[in-house]
């Protein structure tokens, strides 16, 4: 499946998913799902809290993990959706500057890959996304390919649109490209019974991301905003806004 909308997506998997019930929980799914999206996009969704993105995006950034800023920014949430596993940022360490010294010394480098995983974890420890491959196109379009082994494309996806891109804008800064697609490979998206009825008023957004040209000024500036974040600033700060109609 492929060259489709997310929107398109999440109606394939309602409409065609197989049923299938991992660790007992009622699913909906489908198998080795691919489609584009550009960075400083993302969907709105009945319910949301897109805070929580643009939260997971700046400790993705700055690669820290601060379970009270979550708190913080989701009081109502289940804060057992975030730990170890599902934060990226405790995952990042220098690999971000290697993708970025080799971009910038071998434009047309096969090796620019973002390790999520890790081979000494337990199956049950592993994150979703595995890992994202970056790109350039001679050096002046920066295309990131996501692979993930698990999505949930209602409850979770639209706040990974979020991260990723905030991570994929950044990079194409530092090497001084324009941001180009983003590949969303997925073996596994779903949609569990008891979130269907948020799989509603899908709206497309867009933000943006200020220009820095130095690794270490995104990760200062991401720790300068994370305590601060709010709504206010989602608008502010990364230019968040509609593409689409309410």
């Not at 959706?81 to 990226?88: I, R």
């Not at 990131?144 to 994929?168: E, N």
Request: hydrophobic share 40%.
């Amino acid at each position: 499946m492929s060259n489709i909308e997310y929107k398109e997506y999440v109606e394939n998997i309602l409409n065609h998913g197989n049923l299938e019930i991992p660790r007992g929980l009622k699913t909906w799914s489908l198998k080795d799902v691919e489609f584009l999206i550009m960075p400083g996009t993302t969907y709105r969704r009945y319910k949301d809290n897109p805070l929580i993105g643009f939260m997971e995006g700046l400790q993705f950034i700055a690669g820290v993990f601060n379970m009270s800023e979550m708190k913080r920014i989701a009081p109502n949430a289940n804060l057992n959706l975030f730990g170890p596993m599902s934060s990226y940022g405790l995952r990042v360490g220098e690999q971000v500057n290697w993708i970025i010294n080799e971009l910038k010394e071998d434009m047309y480098s096969r090796r620019a890959v973002l390790v999520l995983a890790d081979d000494k974890e337990h199956l049950h420890d592993r994150p979703c996304t595995t890992s994202m491959q970056f790109y350039t196109r001679n050096g002046v379009v920066l295309y990131t390919t996501v692979t993930m082994r698990s999505s949930d494309a209602v409850w979770g996806l639209p706040y990974d649109f979020i991260q990723f891109g905030m991570m994929s804008m950044m990079i194409a800064n530092c090497l001084g490209c324009a941001p180009g697609h983003m590949q969303i490979n997925i073996a596994n998206g779903h949609i569990y019974e008891s979130k269907k009825h948020l799989a509603k008023a899908f709206k497309k957004w867009e933000f943006s991301l200020p220009k820095f040209s130095a690794l270490e000024d995104y990760e200062a500036w991401a720790l300068e905003i994370m305590p601060l974040l709010d709504s206010t600033l989602l608008k502010s700060i990364f230019g968040f806004r509609p593409l689409e109609k309410e």
